[in-house]
């Protein structure tokens, strides 16, 4: 058993997240804590293992090593995730806003209000 469980653990971990993601959302927990604390309590678990059983000794990493990857993860997972979606829907709403100006139509469809009531203004 023990040979196997090296080969287990990150499956496991990734379904449990998974499982963890799922039951959060049915709890009715926000979409923003289903997502991160499943993925930090699998990032906090495989760092825990890595530390304690790692495949060769000479490959245990340094605190510093550890602090590092973890800020980075931090950066890339959170941080750059965030701006490259905030760009992206700025990239959208000037090409939808540059292409409206040069179609035929003009994009004046007719904006509704929740009350389902007409404002008459541009829809863009």
Known sequence: MSRVL???WYPLLFAGAI???A?????GMTLVLATYLPILAAALVIV???????????????????AADAAFMAFVQILLARTLAVLVVF??????HWWCLRSRSGCTSTLRTPGGRTTGRSGW
């Open 6 to 8: 090296p080969y287990l």
């Open 48 to 66: 825990v293992l890595e530390l304690r059983f790692p495949e060769r000794l000479e490959w245990r990493p340094q605190g510093s090593d550890v």
């Open 91 to 96: 990239a959208i709403a000037e090409w939808m």
């Open 19 to 21: 499982a963890a993601f």
């Open 23 to 27: 039951a959060m959302l049915a709890a």
